[in-house]
């Protein structure tokens, strides 16, 4: 990810960091192949070695624009989730897997940083708490992540003209090993904060500080994708099938 091709066709994927990546980039490459602006070992670079703020999948919207001219994909689309969870996830994330941010520090504490961090660099975290509404381009197909990312095996089916498989995207966690903290509740104050903060998520993606699913309804899947997506979630549970992931993971570091 981000970009590629599909029957003829140049695509975009607007990669919102936190939001069904490894899943996504699991199921793009089984079913399209070869993935092109996306670089797997950008952080395990020297930051003098790096050319970009940012590891080219986590691309915002700006400079997106300044490199490609308007009308030069053939279909873009993303995948958004509720500015909260993605919050939450994002500093689990940081804590467990990156190690940027001290054991000792707090959700409410990180959070409250975060609004000074971005103002300095609206890069940080490799853009891993940047607002959607700056990555996510205009006229970009939206999926939301509390609905499942299912539906996007269909609307690839329309894009394409086939049925091609695979026929589910399995629910992937590439999260690091290790122990792993117990989920951070936010406060009201945490609540009020990420409100502000990401009003232009809320507003745009149809999410409520209030509830946790969004505006927009649920995309209907039959029962057959779904069976094919719990049958194919087993396969990828088996021992083997994790020991390659693992070692996969691994020759990318």
């Given at each position: ?136 381009p205009e006229g970009a197909q939206v999926f939301h992540l509390e609905h499942g990312i299912d539906a996007l ?101």
């Amino acid at each position: 990810m981000p970009i590629f091709k599909a029957a003829g066709k140049l695509v975009f994927y607007a990669h919102v960091p936190k939001c069904g990546g490894s899943a996504l980039a699991w199921y793009l490459r089984e079913r399209f192949g070869l993935i092109a602006f996306s670089d797997d070992r950008y952080l395990s670079q020297p930051a003098a070695r790096r050319w970009t703020r940012t590891s080219p999948q986590h691309v915002d919207r700006a400079a997106l624009g300044r490199l490609f001219p308007d009308g030069f994909f053939d279909a873009s689309f993303t995948v958004v989730r509720h500015p909260v969870s993605r919050l939450v996830s994002a500093y689990h994330f940081q804590m467990e897997v990156e190690k940027t941010v001290p054991g000792q520090t707090g959700f409410s504490d990180w959070l409250a940083d975060l609004e000074d961090r971005l103002a300095e660099d609206p890069f940080v975290f490799d853009n891993h708490v940047r607002p959607m509404d700056q990555i996510v381009p205009e006229g970009a197909q939206v999926f939301h992540l509390e609905h499942g990312i299912d539906a996007l095996v269909p609307w690839f089916d329309a894009l394409t003209g086939a049925a091609d498989a695979p026929r589910a995207i399995p629910r992937i966690n590439e999260k690091g090993g290790g122990p792993k903290a117990a989920r951070v509740a936010p406060s009201a104050a945490d609540l009020e904060l990420i409100g502000r903060l990401y009003a232009a998520d809320f507003k745009r993606f149809g999410y409520d500080l209030e509830r946790r699913d969004p505006d927009a309804p649920a995309p209907g899947i039959g029962p057959e994708q779904i069976a094919a997506r719990d049958a194919l979630e087993g396969q990828l549970r088996s021992p083997v099938r994790r020991l390659r992931r693992r070692i996969g993971r691994a020759l990318k570091t």
